[in-house]
Structures are given as C-alpha cells and as structure tokens.
C-alpha cells in the first residue's frame, strides 16, 4: 500500500474522530458515540498498514484513549436511557447544509429496528410525499429489518387524490421489499414526531420538511440532501423503554 494511500486513510480517521470530540464536547452524545467508533475502526486500519513503529505506537495510544472515552459515552448514554432522562437536541440554522435523513437519524438506527411511527401533519404537497419517500429509502438502506412504517398525517383537501395515488403507490413499493405501509388521517394532527420501536423518539419543529426548495433541477442539493440549504429549525431526541403504537 502506498504512503499517499495511508495519509488518505489517517486524514480520513482524523476528520471523523474531531467531528467526535466536537459533538461529545457539544453534549450530542449519541452522534459523537457513533463518529468515535467510526474513527476508531479507520485507525486501526491505518494501524494494520504502517510500518513505522513511532507511528504505531502513537496510533496505539490514541486507539485506547478514544476508546476509553467511547465507553464512558456508550455507559453515560445507557444509565441515561435506563432512567428515561435522554434528551439531546440539534439546532439547525437557516441555510445550513449537511443534514441529510442518513446523516440526521443515522446515530440513532441499529440492526434492531424493525418498526417506525411517523406523525406528520404536512405530507401532502409532491415535494412533502418525495421527502416522505426519500425518509423510506434511508430506513431501508440503512436498517434492512425494518418491516413496518407508520405514517399518521392529514389529508390535502386540495387534491387528495394525488396524495392518495402516491402514498399508495410508495405502500405497494414498499410491500415488494417486504416493509409494510400503514397509513392513517387525521383532521386533528398538529404535533412532528417519529418513534422506532427501540425507544428513540425524535422531534423536528418543522417535521420531515426542513428542506428549502433548490434553485432549480439541475443546482447543487436537488439529488444530494447533504448538500440541500436547510430552514430554520430544532432537532429533539429522546428515548424511552417503551415505544407506544398510534
């Protein structure tokens, strides 16, 4: 392996770990667990490679203080699980970007997740649905045991029908990779809130809609939410040992 190939790999392992300490030092406890675990493994693969010995030992000791600090993180996090008094939040400034569906639920899905509850009064408009579909398609990407998505949401009194073609469209898609749609209206909905069976629960003020529209279909951000500018809003995670079903 060349030397330039594992400078890529320790500035990649670099990049991760600080975004780590950042969000650990900023109290995002659960988001920095899963970026600590990630540089961690990327170093040790620059550990495997190097054949400079002060390099390897300097690497060794920064493998077991990062690790060290993930475990208290990983405990912290557990205790505060066990008596139900986690709450993290993420304020999302106005035009910021790197707030995908992946980036923004990915700390919190594990391969155990098999069930998600979405309340959101605002999946009507086609850029609501498309963001619906695109949430759809982060859950089966990034948890393939996922078996059932909820949606509770309020019917377009404008034009239901194309609402209700597509959203029956997407339960038929989803039913061909084996998740089951369960949809549900009310005329009464107000509050944003998305549950996965394994006690996460998360607020956004805004719900799935925090996504300004892009300039045009061919700008930076149409395809690749990471790179799509954000409105204005705030993120609120919680957990609980018992997820209720709507």
């Not at 392992?13 to 540089?39: I, N, T």
């Not at 639920?105 to 695109?134: A, C, G, M």
Request: hydrophobic share 30%; net charge neutral; aromatic share 10%.
């Amino acid at each position: 392996m060349s030397e330039n190939h594992v400078s890529g790999m320790e500035a990649a392992a670099v990049s991760v770990l600080k975004r780590a300490v950042e969000l650990d030092q900023s109290g995002r406890f659960q988001e920095s667990l899963v970026c600590y675990q990630e540089g961690i493994q990327l170093l040790m693969d620059v550990l495997k490679v190097s054949k400079d010995e002060s390099k390897r030992g300097h690497y060794r000791e920064k493998i077991k203080g990062y690790m060290d600090r993930a475990e208290q993180i990983k405990a912290h996090v557990n205790q505060m699980k066990e008596d139900g008094k986690y709450h993290e939040q993420i304020k999302i400034s106005g035009d910021a970007t790197g707030y995908s569906y992946e980036t923004l639920f990915k700390p919190y899905i594990s391969n155990t997740l098999t069930e998600v509850w979405v309340e959101d009064p605002y999946v009507r408009h086609t850029h609501q649905l498309y963001n619906f579909l695109r949430f759809c398609e982060m859950l089966l990407k990034s948890c393939s045991k996922v078996t059932k998505i909820h949606l509770l949401t309020s019917q377009d009194d404008v034009d239901s029908s194309q609402q209700n073609g597509a959203l029956l469209e997407l339960k038929d898609s989803l039913s061909a990779q084996g998740v089951t749609l369960d949809l549900q209206f009310s005329s009464t909905i107000h509050d944003r809130e998305i549950r996965f069976d394994t006690g996460w629960i998360i607020k956004i003020g805004r719900g799935l809609d925090y996504f300004k529209k892009p300039k045009g279909r061919f700008s930076i951000g149409y395809c690749d939410y990471d790179l799509r500018l954000c409105h204005e809003t705030t993120v609120d995670i919680f957990h609980t040992k018992h997820t209720k079903s709507l």
